[in-house]
């Protein structure tokens, strides 16, 4: 991972894993809304073929991005939104571009850690669960006589 700043205009995350490359851009626009973001009209990311691996490049728009765009202090908050968003898009997009040309399955299949994510709502239901079985202990055991 790698912040580079340009100018105070725009703002580069740079995420590497393997042979892939994700560059999201988030340029200042003055004229959007606060707390906003919003893609240039077109497509709003590109993908290459470098090598072995892919270069997804996205690029945005924030009146955030500019110099005291954002009043409040909530940018922190935002930015991880939008590297949460980005990430959970190159990992789709990675993985069933991988499942696709590496593993030749199709459809839903191509879906990376496609049983893992089946499985999620049990896990959540079973640690939810066990929190609450915990947390609000009722009854107990009872003594043998």
Not at 48 to 66: D, E, F, R, V
Not at 97 to 116: M, Q, S, W, Y
Request: hydrophobic fraction near 35%.
């Amino acid at each position: 991972y790698q912040r580079r700043v340009h100018g105070g205009s725009s703002l580069t995350f740079t995420f590497t894993h393997d042979s892939s490359t994700l560059d999201a851009t988030i340029e200042c626009d003055s004229s959007g809304k606060s707390n906003v973001v919003t893609y240039p009209a077109g497509t709003p990311y590109t993908v290459t073929q470098s090598g072995s691996g892919y270069t997804y490049t996205m690029k945005l728009k924030s009146k955030c991005a500019c110099s005291g765009g954002c009043s409040g202090g909530g940018l922190g908050g935002w930015i991880f939104i939008i590297v949460l968003v980005v990430v959970v898009v190159i990992y789709i997009a990675a993985g069933c571009t991988f499942n696709i040309v590496k593993r030749d399955l199709r459809g839903c299949e191509a879906f990376p850690h496609l049983d893992f994510w089946k499985d999620v709502p049990l896990l959540v239901k079973d640690g939810v669960m066990f929190v609450v079985g915990k947390t609000c202990r009722r009854g107990g055991y009872s003594d043998v006589k």
